[in-house]
């Protein structure tokens, strides 16, 4: 695969930082399969809902997340990467608020259907 134009941009980072910035690409990764694994689980280990399809609906909410996350991810990542070859300020990114309020809205919908007769 070709690296994109802007990696050839700018001045190479610290090597320390660049590295740090991949790390953080890869735990976004997990969070990624973590999602797929948790829409599997809900379906295969959560009772069928007393609201019809909701157990469906969760599933299918947290497998779309851990599609699109790792896309979201590589933007970051190759974002931040800009930023250091070219001596910029980093990017604010809401990734961390969207992931933190989607995560306790999918739990919530996780504890209702674990309850819900």
Sequence with gaps: MREP???????????RFSLA??????AWIRSALALLAGAVAVLQFLPPAA???MRDVLAAVLAAAGTVLPLAAYHRWSRIQRAM?????LPFTPLL????VGAGV??????LLAVLP
Excluded: H, I, K, Q
């Excluded at 134009?5 to 090597?15: K, N």
């Design 5 to 15: 134009a802007w990696y050839r941009s700018g001045d190479e980072p610290d090597y």
């Design 21 to 26: 910035n991949e790390r953080t690409f890869l």
């Design 51 to 53: 609201l019809s399809g």
């Design 85 to 89: 070859r070219l001596g910029r300020e």
């Design 97 to 100: 608020a969207v992931m933190a």
């Design 106 to 111: 999918l739990g919530v919908g996780v504890v």
